[in-house]
């Protein structure tokens, strides 16, 4: 394998949405990854969004909040028409709260199971609530590749940007499990980004990226918070390259992805 | 879109092993299903079960992926010389140019829900003793039957699973398509490995979509679906002259979503009619061209009305249809590659799937109760998931 060439699949970035544990936005992620803000770690916030009927914001569970967040801020900072956005949804895991209560229930005696906690139970709840949220009826990827479920995403979507020639929308995301399952899956929060990915520059665009296989190894941050960050949740296995835009840097950034693979992204500012 | 060879194929299911039994099956009308005696379920439900799953054994290296759903995904590569075609495209192609696109919806949570029945009780964890070790990445998380085929075969290309519901492993051809475009890969392994758990027993029950019978697609009557599991597994790869007249192709892919509501269908089958719509302009076909429609028919009041409204409005009452969910049940994430792998036994064969259990179809529909041969260029197969999710498939004869 030898990493990018120009005939690999490419895109321009053209907005951005980032949550995480102390991490409230892209604005406010990017000035610390770019060393500009000093970042203090606090439990991820989450909300439902206004944009979700009422019946489903009651019902939306912690997974659906986070990824429909990140996606509505890139979609709004890039000023585009969600309602017309494929998607691809990656995640390593669905709701861990809501598989816990369903494995609870199962294992009680009249094993009763609530209707909207198995709805809510589909790894494609995300891209179902982001349907209803913002009436967009393109296609919804709905992904997983363990912990490298970003870097699929990723490859995912600038496939559907270079061969498709059409604007998609990757919203990565990963929350917590509770105990017991915490003790077998440590996702200790929740951590969700989304990159709008299209095949022109939009007016305020992040850079060019382009990105194929390698073997080699994926990066590390150089602040040790960080690459702890970045290995205790799927998701934020996109830092390296949320912190190449943030610093404004080009270069060739390698993401994990599989036990024998990584994504190369060759990042142009 | 460029046209893909479907170069081999196989399927799985309540009606046997491999795509011989599948085909006698369907030609005869044989159902699979029977009422639930699974793993202590005490619930009024039919399901199709593949006789023989927990007797499947791992070899020692693939261990960490013991579960139901790899012990069935194994059962199913190894039918109809589907193993040998991937090493022979590895040999061809080599071991990282060769993607793994598979889709599933509950992977092998059926361990995670047997490990809650077993948890210590003092400290409430998971079992980690000699007889049973909980092994979340294994068999729990949904990719763990794409890492299970990469291992399995060495395979060190592009992979990832699709859950999207019922459409995902229909629409994993589509990613596959993309990526086989894209020039990332050569060639890929598609297809769907869904087994029997509790979680979708109880979670389908509790919405009051089950039938207390075997499932009844498109009856007047209908009254739920009848779970079943199954594996089935496509190898796609790049059209090369010259093709026998009787190869396969995937001729279109079309994707939707309904954006209307997180367990029922559109009631107008907007979402579904235009899956099928992007098929057929993906195919470059009008609706007059194809021949049959598999379609996605649950047997749930809702699904089948919406499905049938959509078929109507596109193709009109003339096209040959049916759901052959009758036969196999509901196999969930693993439907889409099943009946793709349907679709491509009647291209091959000369037939037309009847659909065992329904007496009374919706009218103005060429529904077909009963199997007949006739001969079939293409077929347009539907597959549309929780969260409105559609897929639909325009899969052909070369002549």
Redesign the interface.
Known sequence: MTGPAPSLPGAWISGIGLLGPGLRDWPGAAAILAGDAPWLPADTVLSAPEQLPAAERRRSVRVVKLALTVGLEAVTAAGADASSLATVFSSSGGDGHNCHLICEALACNDRQVSPTRFHNSVHNAAAGYWGIATGATAPAAVLCAFDGSFAAGLLEALVQVSVDRVPSLLIAYDADYPEPLRAARPVPDAFGTALLLTPEPGPAHFGHIRAGLTTAAADTLAEPAFDVLRRAIPAARSLPLLAAIARGESGRIVLDYLDHARVAVDFTA | MNPLLISRYTATSCLGRGIGPMRDALAAGRSGLKPCDFDGV?LETWIGEVAGTDAEVLSSPLHGFDCRNNRLAQIGFEQDGFADAVRDAMSRYGA?RIGVFLGT?TAGILE??LA??R?EPA????PAGFNYA????GS?????V??FV?AAFGL??????????CS?SA?VF??AR??I????IDAAIVGGVDSLC??TL??????ELTSRRACRPFDLGRDGISIGEAAAFALLERVSEPLADDAILLLGVG?????????SPHPEG??AR?AMEIALAAAGLEPGDIDYINLHGTATPSNDSAESKAVRALFGASTACSSTKGATGHTLGAAGGVEAVIAALALRDGFLPGSPNTCNPEPDMNYLLASRPAPVRRVLSNSF?????NCSLVIGRAQ
């Not at chain 2, 994707?255 to 367990?263: F, I, K």
């Open positions: 005490a990282d919806s995670t829900e809650y029945q948890r400290s409430g964890a998971l909980f092994n979340y990445a729990h998380n949904p990719f763990s794409a890492a990469q060190t290309g592009p992979a990832n699973v699709v859950s999207s519901a995902s629409k589509a990613s993309r990526m475009e894209a020039g990332l509790l979680t109880y979670g389908f029950a509790s919405l994707e939707s979503s309904d954006a209307y509501h997180m367990s907007l979402g235009r998931g929780f969260g409105g999710t």
